[in-house]
């Protein structure tokens, strides 16, 4: 799954989106800004934590609430980041 890899690394964040500090990446497409001292997240680290909350969301609804495409969402739960409800890896309608 290069192609994901691919996707991970050039969604990971280079600065805090409200003051351009640097980050540091805790993982999981989690990041801390020591000048706001506030955990901030990429499109996986998003989605990676709505899914947790809301373990019954759809697809659509995942979109809707973090704003990343799904077919990005569609493609992170093929590689087997997530599994919603409802549906198997890779049958996503
Ligand atoms: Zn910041």
Do not use: W
Request: glycine share 10%.
């Amino acid at each position: 799954m290069k192609d994901l890899e691919e996707l991970y690394r050039n969604s990971r964040l280079k600065g805090c989106p409200v003051c351009g500090h640097s980050l540091e990446y805790k993982g999981l497409g989690e990041y801390f800004c020591s000048n706001c001292n506030e955990n901030v997240y990429d499109d996986y680290g998003k989605v990676r934590k709505f899914v947790e909350e809301y373990p019954a969301a759809s697809l659509v609804q995942i979109e809707e609430a973090t704003g990343v495409d799904k077919n990005k969402i569609r493609d992170m739960v093929r590689d087997g980041k997530f599994i919603l409800a409802g549906s198997r890896r890779g049958q996503l309608s």
